[in-house]
């Protein structure tokens, strides 16, 4: 079982984190999806196979991704506060 020191050193830098070698690749291209969905391309989905994803489970990261991406434009153009924000102000 993983455990909370696991948890921070993925989000602290994922790269340096000790995950596996096809978690780092979907990693790489949420993040990529994420900052520039522009450049995305074929090679992007070919090492994603290659570390061992099929393709449902490229489908279903790359809309996690643009569904996550689509909520917080919509949240962040109507002012919505997280629930963090109202509690702390």
Known sequence: MRNNSFVDAIVKDYTTAPISEAERALLDFAVRLTR????????????LREAG???????????????????NRIAQGLGVQLESDSVAG
């Open 36 to 47: 520039e969905p522009w450049i995305c391309a074929e090679a992007d989905i070919a090492r």
């Open 53 to 71: 994803w099929s393709d449902p489970a490229i489908l279903d990261l790359t809309l996690v991704v643009g569904y996550f991406a689509f909520v």
